[in-house]
């Protein structure tokens, strides 16, 4: 059978949160849009892959998929290799979508290789909501590039509340690096850098919610963030260089990543990292960035002031950064 849209969920460890999932996945409103749900257990040691096993029985659309651990990655890339729909969307297990998430993306999806929808995000003590891309309104791929670098947030960087044509993704080859930090970062830069402009679709309402859950990948602290931040850096370098980006691009993007991930690689340090004292704050901006950086308008203005803060006051920028964000996971 073809389907119209391949969900593609990774799951690992999550026996808690599944009944929730399969519940909201059977509550769908799909008047115009039909399901292929691929679950990818990836090494769960709990009760998940049982259940999961259980869901299936009898439904000729939902493909339960078992690996050793890869990490979450490289379960995305199991699932698109197993996707047959049209389009591919991305859940994750202890997330919640809408009843009409699906039906209301597909209706916007006419001719279009991307469609982007808004995100709420829950927070251990606040809820905000994101429901404009970065980009949108720019009609030249080379902006488009140049404002993800510098301006994007987690709705545009996330996989999840968005729609992409698999036949897309299969002619650019586009998959997940497995680095463990930064992959949505990274899938999305490369689709952006092939998506004609006018073949993305935007929605402004809010069908996905993301589930800030303390303990994941990005709310404990990670040792090796550092070297993934160089690392994620270099892969865009080199991906942009090598896919048809003009140099001036490449260069202005590329200058922007590299000061925007400086500051969140030394603010994920100040929320989780308990030898804060002894990260060489100064060091790392003065080695990273250029304190013309600072007046450099493609950068937004939020940035700018971090970067002179962190450079000649970074004790004071922790203290007042713990004060606003530590606790917000």
């Not at 679950?39 to 050793?68: C, E, P, W």
């Not at 897309?168 to 930090?181: A, G, M, P, V, Y």
Request: glycine share 4%.
């Amino acid at each position: 059978m073809a389907y119209d849209i391949s969900v593609i969920i990774p799951v690992y460890n999550s026996e808690r949160y599944l009944s929730n999932c399969f519940n909201q996945l059977n509550a769908q409103s799909l008047a115009h849009v039909s399901l292929e749900i691929i679950f990818i257990d990836d090494g769960s040691r709990d009760g998940s892959l049982s259940m999961l096993k259980r869901y299936a029985k009898g439904k000729t659309n939902v493909k339960v998929i078992h690996q050793v651990n890869k990490k979450q990655a490289e379960a995305r890339n199991t699932g698109l290799r197993a996707a047959s729909g049209t389009f591919v969307a991305f859940v994750d297990s202890d997330d919640t979508f809408s009843k009409e998430y699906f039906n209301e993306l597909f209706k916007q999806s006419f001719e279009a290789d991307l469609v982007i929808s808004g995100i709420k995000r829950v927070f251990a003590d606040h809820t905000d909501e994101l429901g404009v891309a970065c980009f949108e309104g720019l009609k030249n791929s080379d902006q488009i590039v140049q404002k993800y670098a510098s301006g994007n947030t987690e709705l545009d960087a996330g996989v999840w509340s968005k729609l992409y044509r698999r036949e897309f993704l299969i002619r650019n080859s586009i998959q997940f690096k497995n680095e463990n930090f930064f992959e949505d970062s990274f899938f999305n830069l490369q689709v952006i850098t092939h998506v004609n402009p006018h073949d993305i679709r935007y929605i402004h309402r809010c069908y996905y919610t993301l589930v800030k859950q303390v303990g994941s990948t990005t709310t404990q602290y990670n040792s090796e963030i550092d070297r993934l931040a160089q690392r994620y850096i270099c892969l865009c370098e080199d991906y942009l260089q090598k896919n048809g980006v003009s140099e001036r691009t490449v260069t202005i993007a590329i200058k922007s990543l590299r000061t925007r991930t400086v500051i969140h690689v030394i603010h994920h340090h100040i929320k989780y990292d308990q030898n804060i004292d002894r990260y060489p704050i100064k060091k790392i901006i003065k080695h990273n960035v250029k304190m013309s950086d600072v007046f450099w308008n493609n950068l937004p203005k939020s940035y700018r002031v971090a970067l002179l803060m962190l450079r000649f006051l970074p004790s004071l920028y922790c203290y007042i950064y713990r004060l606003e964000k530590v606790g917000k996971k």
